[in-house]
């Protein structure tokens, strides 16, 4: 069935350092694998996205590896700053017609 | 900001009662997607309209219903209320019907407390 679950949930990295968030998934009919990040009090924000059919996509200080073989994911962030203290899920996007499937969430602590 | 405002932001009913909650979507986007977030857990899916109809749904029982309205805004209702149901309903708008990837736009949530 559909589950997409996280490594670890906690993660404290020193500010400055790059950090590199990891994710399992099940469900290899999946087109889109995403990574959202949820301050609090605030809901899901967007980073970023990687189609089934790629390994890599960077953005702004940010980079999705997607490991088919296997079924791994994972976010890395560059210089890691105290606004990237959240948590980060990822999620899929099994049916191409907006229905996220959501993990449980790795909460990022940067430390000073 | 992603202009997705919901209301209310807080509220607090007994168990048995019934909740509205309301989604403004993004101007332009013809989709809404409800999610039930849960403390600690990821946000779970409980239903997606498009263009006011329901576009799939999650694994949740029928007391759990829905609306959307023309100008593409939405409504997710809770009947007979359990001390479970507690958690923060996220609504999140998208334009459908271009393969879209799956970004979603949220609003900050409506936290539901059951007593």
């Known amino acids: 069935g559909e589950s997409v679950g996280l490594h670890l949930p906690t993660l404290s990295v020193q500010e400055g350092d790059n950090s590199i968030i990891n994710c399992a998934y099940s469900n290899s009919a999946s087109d889109y694998f995403i990574w959202y990040k949820q301050e609090s009090g605030k809901g899901p924000q967007f980073i970023i996205d990687?189609?089934?059919?790629?390994d890599k996509r960077q953005g702004q200080r940010v980079t999705v590896l997607l490991n088919k073989t296997v079924k791994h994911l994972s976010l890395q962030i560059a210089a890691t700053q105290p606004g990237d203290s959240a948590v980060y899920f990822c999620?899929?996007?099994?049916?191409?017609?907006?229905?996220?499937?959501f993990g449980k969430g790795t909460r990022l602590h940067i430390l000073p | 900001e992603t202009g997705v405002t919901q209301s209310p932001t807080h509220l607090i009913k007994t168990r048995g009662q019934q909740v509205t909650l309301r989604c403004s979507s993004q101007s332009g986007h013809n989709t809404v997607s409800w999610y039930q977030q849960a403390l600690g857990q990821g946000p779970q899916f409980i239903f997606q309209?498009?263009?006011?109809?329901?576009?799939g749904r999650g694994n949740f029982p029928p007391r759990f219903s829905g609306l959307q309205f023309p100008n593409y805004s939405s409504e997710l209702n809770v009947n007979a209320l359990e001390l479970d149901d507690s958690a923060l309903y996220l609504c999140?708008?998208?334009?459908?019907?271009?393969?879209?990837?799956?970004?979603?736009?949220f609003g900050e949530g409506s936290r539901l407390t059951v007593l």
């Open positions: 309209y498009y263009r006011e109809e329901e576009n």
């Open positions: 999140a708008s998208s334009s459908s019907g271009t393969g879209s990837s799956g970004e979603l736009f």
């Open positions: 990687i189609r089934s059919n790629m």
């Open positions: 999620a899929e996007n099994a049916a191409r017609d907006d229905k996220i499937i």
